[in-house]
């Protein structure tokens, strides 16, 4: 953590800063409108890097957690929690990005598309793994907890995939897409992976400060 | 494990605390819903399966809340933990008696589901106590796992069923599909059999292995 401390704290807010003002440049800009769907595709540029960084968040719990399980590590434990509140936001942005999209084009502000619904179970699990923090306290035990939820989640994932698509399905696939639309998504998901990466380590900053502080406490208290 | 798995029984047969308040509550709930829903929905196949499912979903989880509440109350667990073997068999011990208690409330509720909605009866039935048992064991092992979480917090009422239902999602999709399938008298319902099949191999085994992390004092 002390390496990437440098990087993360100086170059990270200018890196995502500028990727930010690239990419809303391309969205509004330089790509074309689609033909089919007009202005309102533009927010598919913010939306399938909005939805590629909630499964990286999924991810990273899942990972963070196991290495937590089975080597201990502390911060392991802080970069999952940080992760499952990252993935929280992002996965909250795809659902309304979404919802703002299907209305003119579906009719619909929801639908129980097999992604659709997937995305929403997603999101109730993040939001279980936050409540299992927020609700246990701040234990040890509670830790370990959140932890085998983590992995226990991302297991669920694949079934989930293949009982949602058997259960139904019009969610628009991407076949082809013309060249400045491809560069656009490229620079928006740059920017989110910036910013995803950001805001994961001001919140991994956040969350060991305050357990450090926790442990100061805890001592003043012995000592007194 | 046995022995552990005889112990519980042997509880639940001096008490029968648990048994009665479950087959009482999942009857509630079907009767709820048969006071709720208009008697043409009721004969609806998908409103039947969901309704069996739903009854036995809140009734599974008050039957994991019974299953480690006992021994939570006295310190007991620790007692439990201190035998001689490794967690998993703890697990399994816990989860083969649920799958027990809910398949004998089960036994009674079903029946009288079918009864109460007037359901056709036909070949196709036969295949509902299969179909009824997999969703048993495949809810039983995830509600295991997290049940030993959710009775060591402080908030162990709300959150079992918080972290419980999102996971069993796709079981509960799968299981509803064949039961709906199965009042309606289609033929043999594979594909979602296979589904539930692979969720309960899967979680029985992680449920297993990962125990150990969950009791670890």
Redesign the interface.
């Known amino acids: 953590m002390k390496t990437f401390a440098p990087f993360a704290d100086r170059v990270l807010p200018w890196l995502t800063g500028i990727a930010m003002l690239a990419a809303l440049g391309m969205v509004f800009l330089y790509v074309p409108t689609e033909r089919v769907q007009g202005v309102v595709q533009r927010v598919f540029y913010f939306h399938l890097p909005a939805a590629w960084m909630s499964f990286l968040g999924f991810f990273t719990v899942a990972g963070a957690s196991a290495s937590f399980?089975w080597q201990g590590s502390r911060t392991a434990d802080l970069c999952a929690q940080a992760a499952a509140e990252v993935g929280m936001v992002f996965c909250t942005v795809v659902i309304l990005t979404g919802s703002l999209w299907a209305r003119p084009i579906w009719g619909v502000w929801w639908t129980w598309d097999p992604r659709l619904t997937m995305v929403a179970?997603l999101w109730?699990?993040y939001?279980?793994y936050l409540?299992?923090r927020i609700?246990?306290?701040d234990s040890e035990?509670?830790a370990?907890?959140a932890?085998?939820?983590g992995?226990?989640?991302v297991?669920?994932i694949p079934?989930?995939y293949?009982?949602?698509r058997?259960?139904r399905g019009i969610h628009p696939k991407v076949e082809q897409m013309a060249p400045e639309m491809a560069w656009t998504l490229l620079v928006c998901t740059a920017a989110f992976l910036c910013l995803f990466a950001w805001l994961l380590w001001l919140r991994l900053c956040h969350l060991s400060l305050r357990a450090e502080v926790a442990a100061l406490r805890r001592r003043a208290v012995a000592v007194s | 494990m046995w022995a552990l798995l005889w112990k519980d029984i042997r509880l639940e047969l001096r008490t029968k605390e648990r048994m009665a308040s479950l087959f009482v509550l999942a009857l509630l709930i079907v009767l709820v819903f048969v006071f709720a829903l208009s008697p043409e929905r009721l004969r609806s196949p998908d409103v039947s399966a969901a309704l069996l499912w739903v009854a036995l979903v809140f009734a599974g989880m008050l039957s994991l809340q019974r299953a480690f509440l006992v021994e939570q109350e006295r310190g007991c667990f620790s007692g439990v933990l201190l035998c001689p073997f490794d967690a998993g068999t703890v697990f399994l011990a816990k989860f083969a008696g649920n799958v027990l208690f809910l398949t004998l409330v089960q036994v009674l509720v079903t029946p009288l589901t079918l009864v109460f909605l007037e359901v056709q009866l036909s070949w196709s039935l036969l295949v509902l106590p299969l179909v009824v048992l997999l969703g048993i064991i495949g809810f039983s092992a995830m509600g295991t796992l997290f049940a030993a979480m959710a009775v060591r917090t402080r908030a162990r009422e709300v959150l079992l069923p918080v972290l419980l239902l999102p996971l069993l999602t796709p079981l509960l999709i799968a299981a509803v599909k064949v039961t709906s399938a199965v009042l309606a008298g289609a033929a043999w319902p594979g594909v979602w059999l296979r589904v539930l099949l692979a969720f309960d191999v899967l979680f029985v085994i992680t449920g297993w292995l990962i125990f150990s992390q969950v009791v670890q004092e």
């Open positions: 399980l179970i109730t699990i939001a279980a409540l299992l609700l246990g306290g035990q509670v370990r907890y932890a085998v939820l992995i226990v989640g297991l669920d079934i989930l293949i009982s949602v058997l259960w």
